[in-house]
């Protein structure tokens, strides 16, 4: 993807970004990226026309094509550009403080327009780059009883409940892991009991490359393809492995983001660990 039909398309949807009330379009108010933390930045609103969300999507589109070393969606990029015009909306080096006289967002550019599309784009693709890590994903595996074992494929391993040494061999590369009991699903006493007291006999890890939800979606895909498999070998000798019971299957899981990854978390500031509760990726 050429880089300059992205600069094209970054200022069609800058002058879609208006500051007047429209009826077409979508209402933002937020706060600007704090340059003082911990102050908030400048609270700003605008309105994002039905015209420019076709734009943004397509912009999203063309990003993803231009980054295909990166396991990127159309909607988390589509957010990222909406996140990244936010946290710089009051940037001095990018646009004039003339909101209350100006009619779109591109109307108040500081510099000029080849410069302000190729400064975004390389705030854009640094939020991409940033936001990319290695995960580890793991889910509770009932009434599956395994030994520890590297499955080989996938980034997939079947981790006896019980097996600490193998846990802290996955683990190793993860934060937070080495808070995280393999023989409990808690980090310590005053976590809440996220599987109750309905630990699982084992517990199915992994690993793989994308953003949280993306990664999320990754283990998603490969856990059904490993209990696809293991049906399909079992299936002939014990038929009633098919047969729905009362038991609900689990709702949870949790995922550690590799020790060396820099993400933006949900306050704004860098840190260079994650760990999430999520929704099973098998449950749904």
Sequence with gaps: MNDSAIRGKILALLREYRFREISDGYV????????????????L????????????????????????RLPLQVDFV?????????DHGDDSALFQFAYHRAESL??????????????????????LEGAVAEWLVVVPFHRIRSASVDLGFDGLVLLDRADIETWMSVAGPFDNTRHWDPRTGVRDAKDPKIFRDRLPESWGLCRCFGTDDGATKVARNNFRTLLALLFALEFSSKPELLLKTMLDPPTF?????AERANL???????????WFLNRSPTSS
Aim: net charge positive; glycine share 4%; aromatic share 8%.
């Design 264 to 274: 933006v978390s949900p306050s704004g500031t860098l840190t260079s660990a994650r």
């Design 106 to 127: 591109f109307d108040i550019k500081a510099i000029p327009e080849a410069r302000l599309a190729e400064s975004i784009w390389t705030l854009i693709r640094d939020a």
């Design 28 to 43: 933002r108010k937020f706060f600007t990226r704090s340059r003082i933390p911990p102050l908030p930045g400048m609270g």
């Design 45 to 68: 609103e605008w309105w994002l026309t039905k015209t420019g969300l076709n734009i943004r999507n397509e912009l999203a589109r063309m990003i993803v094509a231009a980054m295909p």
């Design 78 to 86: 589509a957010e990222k550009i909406e996140k990244v015009l936010q």
């Design 253 to 257: 899981s949790v995922q550690f983001a």
